[in-house]
């Protein structure tokens, strides 16, 4: 008789627990139904907006627009409104295309540089054709730091060209030290086979720096020496060459 009664028990009580799982699911389904019938709302860009426009300029120039999506794809950092406690000159990190959702990290502080070039603050990226022995044969590379080296006619009237002929010359040391942003060319793998090399370089230079450069470039030769953590280098007065390109200070 008892054994009876546990079996009712034990019945009723599994019954009680399949309801409750029951009701838990449905109500579960109900919940997940609902969640996704609602609408969150986020900023979409209706036309794309390339990189380097500020945040001021996106809103006012209509780039960006206010719409509802369902709350499930609505990504965490999605901004929700043109009103967004965003800075007015932040720009867009990269091209923003058009039906995309602006997340937050979209816009960012202005750097130095928007694109492949990392251009310190203050500079400006100006290339140089520099090609042969006069590149290095080739093994200057992004990063590399270089003294840049100039070789020019003197003037006929000057006493260094009248001492040495009127075709004198003279090599100087323009910069003792810049860096270098990017370059046409790849590195020589061996030291043997670095007869060629070059090709476009480019530095960055003040605005002094880039006038002295293109000018040097237009009017003399150019020549680099690349350069490690200790080499030295020294702004100096040059060395002047008679015709037979004899060192000054030599020549008899």
Known sequence: MNRRVLLI???????????????????????????????????VAVHEVPAGTTWNDAVKG????????????????????TDASVPLDEVATASIASGQIVLRPMFAEKTSAIGPLPIPAKQIAVAFSINGPAA??????????????????LDP??????????????????????LVLATSNTSPTELNNAN????TITLAL?????E???????????????????????ADTGVTYNTKYVPVNLAK
């Open 9 to 43: 028990v034990a019945a009723v009580v599994l019954a009680l627990v399949g309801t409750g799982v029951i009701y838990a699911y449905v109500h579960n389904a109900d919940k997940r139904a609902v969640d996704s019938t609602r609408a969150a709302q986020v900023l």
């Open 62 to 81: 209509n780039y960006l627009e206010e719409q509802n999506v369902p709350v499930d794809s609505a990504p965490d950092l999605a901004l929700s409104s």
């Open 206 to 210: 003040t605005q002094a720096q880039a």
């Open 212 to 234: 002295q450069m293109i000018l040097a470039s237009q009017t003399s030769q150019l020549y680099l020496g690349l350069l490690s953590d200790t080499s030295v280098t020294n």
């Open 136 to 153: 290095v044969a080739g093994f200057v590379q992004p990063q590399s730091e270089v003294a840049v080296f100039t070789t020019y006619k």
């Open 157 to 178: 009237t000057a006493a260094a060209a009248t001492k040495n002929g009127a075709s004198g010359s003279a090599t100087k040391l323009l910069f003792p030290r810049i």
């Open 196 to 199: 060629g090399g070059g090709g």
